[in-house]
């Protein structure tokens, strides 16, 4: 069986879409939907609950964030094929089963993830290679931009990349990642140090760490909108995104390259994260700093100041953040 598990804020119509795919195209080997809505303010919940009653509905209080909602939903997933999808992606006709065929027939598969194309049929760049300094250091001197076929100046973005061939892929977008619950239980969830993004990215290095390989078939299509919880609140994401590097590298990196290095990529992120937010000045953990509830109330002030939920009480622990790629 193949559980499906999608992390919801505020994307209501995208969500349905999603849904409506689903059940349209189920996986052969029968599935289950579980859908974690992070306290969305859009009625998203209640769609569900009125739309989909089959569908196992986890409607958290508070904005739990994506990586903390993912891992509900997969605790809860009885499936041994395991499918982190967006509310804004929407499976085709035979994708399940194309997808679930192919992971299981390549060898020491942790995930597999489809071609990810826009509702015009064009296809996304849905694959990157994992940020290592030198490959990053080359892209964000655009030297990826210039030589794209280049293997060493592209190999953050993997902008040679076949979206025509099926094979091994680094990091590929978690919009549709199917694992196999074997691989889950050996590399374990998603890391809640990473609340909206390199979550996956966290995990995909795990895999490798682990002697596991993740893979990519275009032959399975998934049609996917692209950020639509994150485009609600662009300069908080990007800022998180960019605080969420930095933690990545004192996770994995740390004691990989020289302090030198380490001291160059802080540079060059925290620039990037000042000139496409116009927070000159700040520190990245300025903002919303190591606690959710931080980072919850910034996302939903940028969202709008109507949706701020009340200060948790003295000692009742943190209210949650809000996920990613469709965990708003």
Known sequence: MLSACIVNWNTRDELRACLRALAAHPFSGGQEVIVVDNASADGSAQMVRDEFPDIRLIANAVNENYARGTNLALAAATGDLLLLLNPDAAVTAGALDTL????????????????????????????????????????????????????????????????????PAPQPMASCFLMTRQAYMAVGPMDERFPLFFNDVDWCLRARDAGLNIYYTPNAVVIHG??????????????????????????????????????????????????????????????????PADLHRELEHENGPARLPPEPAPGSGDAAARGNRGGG
Request: overall charge positive.
């Open 226 to 291: 692209g950020g639509a919880s994150t485009n609600k609140v662009r300069k908080t994401a990007v800022w998180e995104s960019h605080r969420a590097l930095l933690r990545l590298y004192e996770k994995h990196y740390r004691t990989k390259i020289s302090p030198p290095a380490g001291t160059l990529v802080r540079l060059m992120v925290t620039l990037g994260a000042w000139a496409r937010t116009g927070r000159w000045g700040e520190r990245l953990a300025d903002r919303s700093g190591d606690r």
């Open 100 to 167: 679930a065929a192919f992971l299981r027939s390549q060898p020491k598969a942790a995930a597999a993830a489809p071609k990810l194309v826009h509702a015009d049929g064009r296809t996304q760049a849905s694959v990157r290679g994992f940020p290592d300094p030198g490959a990053l250091f080359w892209d964000i001197c655009g030297l990826a931009r210039v030589f794209p076929n280049s293997r060493v100046f592209g190999a953050y973005r993997q902008t040679f990349f076949d979206y025509d061939k099926a094979g």
